[in-house]
């Protein structure tokens, strides 16, 4: 209640000086101004709640997903180890927060990836572009069943081509002609950018296209 007397009266004061100020021309535009800053500070509400989306991670182990999402999250990358089964990390952007499934990509446990597709909102595919051919064709498929799957054919996707810094690297338009993209995804909202943790300002700008993604599919759901 003190400070609420306080801000009253600090407020009056600020308001009589402006209305009776006399032939102080200084004093008038010093009380204007610290009036304007009395309304910003007290009239400011607390901003508005970033949405949130659900989205799956999914990539082979070694794509490097969990080196991505822990530098997006600001953790050490030091011992970084593959995830066994599930992690899952809210991950903060200026204009959305992901709360991103990550799910493990051994042989054991790629077979159980369908099982935690349910409610998703969108997703992320990891894939190596220095992997042999033996690995980049299994991450094609994987790929193209994730594509296909029917609680993920509608979503919007982000697929990263990471360590683009290794020389056996291949292209993005490269991966883009050897994984087929442009048939098999042709009518869905997908981005395919390189990455690698090494310029995670690249990274996060291709997080922000696939929030855009969401936030337009929010939309058009909104209105249906």
Not at 24 to 49: E, V
Not at 179 to 194: H, N, Q
Request: charged letters at 20%; one cysteine or more; glycine letters at 6%.
């Amino acid at each position: 209640m003190h400070s609420i007397n306080t801000s009253v009266s600090f407020q009056s004061r600020l308001i009589s000086g402006l209305l009776f100020p006399g032939d102080n021309s200084q004093k008038l535009s010093r009380n204007y101004m610290d009036y304007l800053c009395f309304r910003t500070l007290c009239c400011k509400g607390p901003p508005p709640p970033r949405p949130e989306y659900d989205v799956v991670c999914i990539g082979l182990t070694g794509s490097g997903k969990t080196s991505l999402l822990s530098r997006l999250c600001s953790e050490a990358t030091d011992n970084i180890v593959p995830t066994t089964g599930f992690s899952i990390k809210a991950v903060p952007f200026q204009n959305a927060i992901l709360n991103v499934k990550e799910l493990g990509g051994a042989d054991s446990i790629k077979k159980y990836w369908s099982r935690y597709y349910q409610g998703s909102q969108g997703v992320v595919f990891v894939l190596d572009s220095a992997s042999s051919e033996e690995d980049l064709e299994v991450a094609r498929t994987e790929l193209h069943s994730a594509l296909q799957h029917p609680q993920l054919c509608t979503l919007p996707f982000l697929i990263l081509a990471n360590h683009q810094d290794k020389p056996a690297a291949r292209s993005v338009q490269e991966i883009k002609k050897y994984f087929e993209l442009e048939p098999l995804a042709r009518g869905k909202s997908w981005i395919l950018e390189g990455g690698t943790v090494d310029n995670m300002d690249a990274v996060k700008e291709s997080f922000s296209q696939l929030i855009h993604l969401l936030e337009e599919k929010d939309h058009e759901t909104g209105r249906i």
